[in-house]
């Protein structure tokens, strides 16, 4: 299970982003995906999360609605974009699959495939 996140970069504070998670060596609509973002010092924490069908999201603890996910399993590809971007949207974002699913939306056991993470800085 492979997971290469890109989009990432520098974007201006109020502008916005687009990250695309493309999945190799399986079939993504069998997993569902989340996104997660890291800070240096901070746990990695749950963004959004979708079911492998697409039809449910699962919002992360803080619950921003600033941040939507959509994929395209013709495409193998899920996409994360983000709105009215802040200075502490920055972080190394990142992408993982499950299999059972995410509940919660939270970085756990549930997780099969991690990405390798793409870097956002929000910064004018």
């Known amino acids: 299970l492979q997971l290469v996140e890109s989009g990432g970069g520098l974007v201006q504070p109020g502008g916005s982003l687009r990250l695309s998670c493309a999945a190799s060596?399986?079939?993504?609509?069998?997993?569902?995906i989340g996104w997660f973002r890291q800070v240096p010092g901070k746990e990695r924490e749950g963004i959004v999360c979708?079911?492998?069908?697409?039809?449910?999201?699962v919002y992360g603890d803080s619950v921003d609605f600033r941040f939507t996910i959509s994929r395209d399993n013709a495409k193998n590809t899920v996409y994360l974009e983000g709105d009215s971007l802040k200075f502490e949207d920055s972080g190394i974002y990142y992408c993982?699959?499950?299999?059972?699913?995410?509940?919660?939306?939270?970085?756990?056991?549930?997780?099969?495939?991690w990405g390798q993470g793409t870097q956002v800085t929000v910064s004018s």
């Open positions: 979708t079911s492998s069908s697409g039809l449910t999201t």
């Open positions: 993982a699959a499950s299999r059972s699913g995410f509940t919660w939306c939270k970085p756990g056991r549930s997780v099969d495939s």
């Open positions: 060596g399986f079939n993504m609509d069998d997993y569902a």
